[in-house]
């Protein structure tokens, strides 16, 4: 099982960012799929979350309505679309695949630094 994110980087306040994560090693269209973040000092935290059909999606407060979860089954790949970005949006970004307590994975994460 593996899990590799891409697209993390340095971007101004109010720049854009799309990260991925390519999934292998299990059967991606069966999992919920999410992407969670974690700050220096702070705990990890769900961004967003999605069905694995990509019919439902769920948004931390803190991101709705700027950032978008997706997800293409056939390409076994999430996405997280990441716009208006704030230096708070600073962390490194995991992503989990979770059908059951027992057969959740994760990435090793990407890093996202919003700063001027």
């Known amino acids: 099982v593996q899990l590799v994110e891409s697209g993390g980087g340095l971007v101004q306040p109010g720049g854009s960012l799309r990260l991925s994560c390519a999934a292998s090693?299990?059967?991606?269209?069966?999992?919920?799929m999410s992407w969670h973040r974690q700050a220096p000092g702070k705990e990890r935290e769900l961004v967003a979350s999605?069905?694995?059909?990509?019919?439902?999606?769920n948004y931390a407060n803190s991101v709705k309505g700027r950032f978008t979860i997706s997800r293409d089954n056939a390409k076994n790949t999430v996405y997280l679309q990441m716009n208006s970005l704030k230096p708070e949006d600073t962390a490194m970004y995991y992503c989990?695949?979770?059908?059951?307590?027992?057969?959740?994975?994760w990435g090793q994460g990407t890093q996202v630094t919003v700063s001027s």
């Open positions: 999605i069905t694995s059909t990509g019919g439902r999606t």
């Open positions: 989990e695949a979770y059908i059951t307590p027992r057969n959740a994975y």
């Open positions: 090693g299990f059967t991606f269209s069966t999992y919920v």
